[in-house]
């Protein structure tokens, strides 16, 4: 069972990678400079490409914000819905998750 302390480690050095990545991504887009339209046609596609993985990584960097807020609170691995105890193994593979297993919205 790994202590708060170390969930708190382990979402500080994810929040730590997605900010590289974020400031990767954007270094990334500010770079083109594609002089003719077949050549701007093919970055405008990887620019897509880049800036859906920038959001992706500002959604989990959002989450982990959050759940550094709730470790100060003192209410990190409990449901924000229904104040159940998140299990151990959700926690290994989702630390960020707000949501025990019955909350979860399901897509």
């Known amino acids: ?3 708060v302390a170390d969930r708190k480690a382990q979402l500080l050095a994810r929040q730590s990678d997605l900010m ?3 400031a990767g991504i954007g270094a990334e887009l500010d770079s083109h400079e594609a002089k003719d339209w077949e050549e701007m046609a093919i970055e405008r596609e990887a620019d897509e490409v880049l800036e859906d993985l920038g ?7 959002r989450m982990i914000e959050a759940a550094l807020a709730r470790i100060e609170e003192g209410e990190y691995g409990y449901c924000v819905s229904c104040g159940a105890e998140i299990a151990e193994e959700r926690l290994d593979l989702l630390p ?3 949501f025990c297993r019955n909350c979860a919205p399901s897509k």
């Open 1 to 3: 069972m790994k202590s």
């Open 55 to 61: 959001q992706s990584a500002q959604t989990e960097l």
């Open 96 to 98: 960020a998750t707000p």
């Open 20 to 22: 590289t990545r974020i």
